[in-house]
């Protein structure tokens, strides 16, 4: 019962920033799902705090702000010569058998979007994701299977994986027991106007209404 109360305050907080991220812009649920390519049903739910998002979709989301992970979860501060986040520090969310961690939070180092990343031995489905980006993983303990692009990997303690997170992909716990992993997006840089006039999409394979 105590982890359920974390999880739904953490959501509402979660949700509450959405929603101040959207209306600081001015831009209706309709206009925020036309620049995702997420539902607004599906929106509309995760800023009232009723839906746990995965990495995509907040990884989604972040870029779509033009603001980094950590940002998601917190209010922008003050500018500092760097970034310092304390081991115990910051909230996790969880959501489709994973649990992860934002170890950054400022806009300026978002090319870069470190995670501290648990994938629950109880994780079930074999759903794929994609978006656009780069990702790169280091198991810290356990074991973990990387679906990638029809192809499967084994990864242990000590492994690393760099990938296009535009290939569909998912991650999963082996052996019974959690797999923790550092997991660092790159997303793509925005198009110039001399490049595309048009916003790159997230493609809909994140979408879960």
Request: net charge neutral.
């Amino acid at each position: 019962m105590e982890d359920d109360a974390r999880i739904t305050a953490q959501l509402a907080t979660l949700g509450r920033r959405l929603g101040d991220l959207r209306s600081g812009r001015g831009w209706t649920l309709e206009e925020l799902a036309e620049r995702t390519g997420l539902s607004k049903p599906f929106l509309s739910r995760l800023e009232a705090g009723d839906r746990q998002p995965s990495i995509a979709v907040i990884l989604t989301l972040a870029r779509t702000y033009g603001v980094s992970l950590g940002e998601m979860f917190d209010a922008p501060v003050d500018d500092e010569p760097c970034v310092i986040v304390r081991g115990g520090e910051g909230r996790a969310v969880r959501g489709d058998g994973l649990s992860y961690l934002p170890l950054s939070s400022k806009s300026r180092f978002g090319n870069l979007q470190p995670i501290r990343l648990t994938v629950s031995s109880s994780r079930r489905g074999d759903e794929m994701y994609q978006h656009e980006g780069e990702e790169w993983v280091y198991v810290l303990s356990g074991r973990l299977r990387l679906a990638l692009a029809g192809r499967t990997f084994e990864l242990e303690a000590g492994d690393a994986a760099h990938f296009d997170s535009r290939q569909p992909h998912r991650l999963t716990a082996l052996g019974g027991q959690d797999a923790e992993l550092i997991l660092v997006a790159c997303p793509l840089p925005e198009p110039t106007a001399a490049v595309s006039s048009r916003p790159i999409r997230a493609r809909r394979a994140i979408l879960r209404d």
